[in-house]
Structure formats: structure tokens, C-alpha cells
């Protein structure tokens, strides 16, 4: 049962990886959903154990490169 609640912030965990590599590789239309989602579920995942917490950082940071590419801004312009 305990796995079942992990998965759930794992997913979220590979979907800003998945958008940071497509990010890396200027395929930022293909990256921004990825980038977002992943960061937004990671946020309201309580389940996150405190030693894989630097994910949900590391998801805030990989989203900033892929905005100024697509005209947008972290405020949401």
C-alpha cells in the first residue's frame, strides 16, 4: 500500500524530468506541459518523503529556461 502513495509523486516527478530533457533538447512547446503539471502535482503531494523533497525544487528550476522561449514569464505572462 505504501508504494501506491509514492507512485503518485513519482509520476509528477517523471513528467518535469521528461519536460526539462525536451526543454534541453529547445523543444519547449513539448516541454511547458510537462514542466507544469509535473511541478504542480509534485506541490500538492504530501507524500513526497523528505529526502526526495530536492525533486520538487528541482522541478521549479527546470521550468525557467523553457518560458523565455515561449514568451512567457514565471508570472504568468
Known amino acids: ?7 503518485k509523486w513519482e509520476r509528477y516527478r ?15 512547446e513539448e516541454a511547458e506541459p510537462l514542466l ?6 509534485m506541490q500538492h503531494q504530501a507524500t ?3 529526502e ?7 522541478g521549479g528550476v527546470w521550468i525557467g529556461p523553457a518560458l523565455p522561449e515561449l ?3 514565471e508570472e504568468g505572462g
Not at 500500500?1 to 507512485?7: F, G, I, L, P, T
Not at 507544469?36 to 502535482?41: D, K, R, T, V
Open 1 to 7: 500500500m505504501v508504494k501506491a502513495k509514492s507512485e
Open 14 to 28: 517523471c513528467q518535469s524530468m521528461r519536460g526539462a530533457s525536451l526543454s534541453g533538447q529547445s523543444k519547449y
Open 36 to 41: 507544469l503539471s509535473g511541478y504542480e502535482g
Open 48 to 50: 513526497i518523503p523528505p
Open 52 to 58: 526526495s523533497r530536492d525533486y520538487l525544487q528541482s
Open 71 to 73: 514568451g512567457k514569464t
